[in-house]
């Protein structure tokens, strides 16, 4: 497993991360049970992934658990997040990380993040909330204060695009992937010259994963004018098989995995999440992020294609 630094926390984290939210839910979404959840969480760390991302509201607190039940604690990153966040005061976010480390079963979390923050409400989290994460580290229950963004609604970053140009954050978790770049413009120059830790959600999600999807996400970004047909034959592909070429032309196995690894190898991004519940996908996906960049003619040709798009996740 590939590993660098985590932005300038002094934090090591493994370029793949298992995320334990998104569609999959580490396969308790699809019907698979706690312990085989448990076993992808297990079989990530076995092969040398140490970065763990779950959430209040995830249902998958409990899996991470039990798989980080016994392995050394200083040997995983543990990310989780405060997901029902807008009711709360400082002693209520308090009272919440107490909550996070009980389901977690551990004495301190390595990042805790608002979950899902939208510009409306980024003043009141800022102001009312984030002292509670200060207090937390104060306390050592805590190292790294983060927050993430709703990809779905904010797909053009408003509200990461104000917190990255501030001192508050250590790590923020960003949507990007081939076909909504707009973070490589809005967060990423920031993020670097602040050293603030990136990890990336959304690389595959459905419309990389499942063709049909990708069909639909890509006729209604030509309908709403964002590309055009002509652009994707520029490409390489057509509008009926908008991204065959990226296999076709390039050394990936699939777009899955060429999804992965251009965010990869992203400069900005530390950790490129990846969620599954199944153990070959994991498997592949562990594989994948230690493979090089993708072929540099065919980054290019994505990056022109996509350039316009900040207006979908993906999803
Ligand atoms: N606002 C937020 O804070 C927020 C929002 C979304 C996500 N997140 C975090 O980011 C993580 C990553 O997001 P995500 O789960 O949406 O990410 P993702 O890894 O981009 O997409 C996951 C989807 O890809 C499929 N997949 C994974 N590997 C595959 C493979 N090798 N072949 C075919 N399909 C594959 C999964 O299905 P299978 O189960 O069948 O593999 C699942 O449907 C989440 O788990 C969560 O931790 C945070």
């Not at 300038?8 to 959840?37: C, F, I, K, M, W």
């Not at 509201?57 to 039990?66: D, H, W």
């Not at 790294?144 to 990461?160: K, S, W």
């Amino acid at each position: 497993m590939d590993y660098q630094m985590l932005g300038s926390t002094g934090v090591t984290v493994s370029a793949l991360g298992v995320g334990g939210g998104g569609p999959s839910q580490l396969g308790l979404r699809h019907g698979g049970q706690e312990a085989d959840a448990v076993r992808v969480v297990r079989a990530a760390i076995d092969q040398g992934v140490n970065f763990i991302d779950t959430a209040e509201a995830y249902g998958t607190e409990s899996a991470v658990a039990r798989a980080i039940a016994d392995v050394p604690r200083e040997t995983v990153v543990v990310s989780t997040k405060i997901s029902h966040w807008e009711e709360l005061d400082e002693a209520g976010v308090l009272a919440n990380i107490d909550a996070r480390l009980k389901a977690l079963g551990t004495d301190y979390l390595d990042i805790c993040h608002f979950h899902a923050v939208t510009i409306g409400k980024y003043d009141h989290v800022v102001q009312n909330l984030l002292p509670g994460l200060f207090r937390a580290k104060e306390q050592g229950k805590l190292r790294l204060a983060g927050v993430t963004e709703m990809f779905n609604r904010d797909p053009g970053h408003d509200m990461l695009a104000r917190a990255v140009r501030s001192d508050h954050w250590d790590v923020i978790m960003v949507g990007y992937n081939i076909l909504n770049q707009s973070a490589r413009d809005l967060i990423f120059p920031d993020a670097l010259r602040r050293g603030i830790g990136v990890l990336d959600m959304f690389a595959v999600r459905l419309a990389l994963s499942r063709v049909e999807r990708l069909l639909e996400v890509v006729s209604a970004l030509v309908e709403q004018g964002t590309i055009t047909s002509a652009a994707i034959e520029e490409a390489g592909g057509t509008i009926y098989d908008p991204l065959g070429w990226v296999v076709r032309e390039s050394d990936a196995e699939s777009l899955v995995e060429a999804a992965y690894r251009f965010v990869r190898h992203e400069e900005a991004v530390h950790v490129t999440l990846s969620g599954t519940g199944n153990l070959e996908h994991l498997q592949e996906n562990i594989g994948t992020v230690q493979k090089p960049p993708l072929d540099r003619d065919v980054v290019l040709r994505l990056q022109k294609l996509f350039a316009g798009v900040d207006s979908i996740s993906g999803q």
